[in-house]
Each structure stands twice: as C-alpha cells, then as structure tokens.
Nanobody, 116 residues
Framework: QVSLVESGGGLVQAGGSLRLSCAAS????????MGWYRQPPGKQRELVAA???????NYQDSVKGRFVISRGNAKNTVYLQMNSLKPEDTAVYYC??????????WGQGTQVTVFS
C-alpha cells in the first residue's frame, strides 16, 4: 500500500506565504515524477508545479516567479513554497506522484484559502 500525505495548507491573507509538504509512504519508495496540482472552486484540476521524470521543473504561468517546487532530503518528499499569494490561488492543492509501472497516485488534498 502507498499513500501521499499533504500538509501546510490553511487560511492566509493576500501577499502572505505558505509552504506545502508532501511525503510518500508505503511499499512504493521511488517515483518517476512528483508535483503539485490544484482545483479552484468550480474549476477543473490544473498543474501548479512539478518535477518531470527527467528532473526538470514545470510551472503554471500564473505562479511562475511566486511559487517554488523543491525536493526534500527524505526519500520521496516534495515541497511547494508559495509566496505573494493571491485570492485566485485559493484551491484544494493535491500532491501527485507518477510511477512508470503502477501509474499515478494522488494525495487527499489540502485547502489553501487566500483572502483580501
């Protein structure tokens, strides 16, 4: 069994910062790619930032320069540092991990709410 657990969400005023964390646990200890997606209210889930299987990073244009994705020292951990938060960043944020043989895994989501 494997699970992805996110933490770090919450309520923050516009202009503030939050750091999201994601840690994988279970029998699968390595993944080809890991990243963050979000689902704003009434919208579809969208990519925020991710490490690709080749080790490069992808960012959604709206967060580029404000958010930074990084890897932790622990195995299969990933972080999302979110700075200069805007109300439009309000969403449920999901950790994602891809395994070449077993497919995609998703965390339970963590709520980020940004108010003006």
């Amino acid at each position: 069994q494997v699970s992805l657990v996110e933490s770090g969400g919450g309520l923050v005023q516009a202009g503030g910062s939050l750091r999201l964390s994601c840690a994988a646990s279970g029998s699968i200890l390595s993944f080809n790619a890991m990243g963050w997606y979000r689902q704003p209210p009434g919208k579809q889930r969208e990519l925020v930032a991710a490490f690709t299987s080749g080790g490069s990073t992808n960012y959604q244009d709206s967060v580029k320069g404000r958010f930074v994705i990084s890897r932790g020292n622990a195995k299969n951990t990933v972080y999302l540092q979110m700075n200069s938060l805007k109300p439009e960043d309000t969403a449920v944020y999901y950790c994602n991990a891809a395994h070449a043989a077993l497919g995609n895994f998703w965390g339970q989501g963590t709520q980020v709410t940004v108010f003006s």
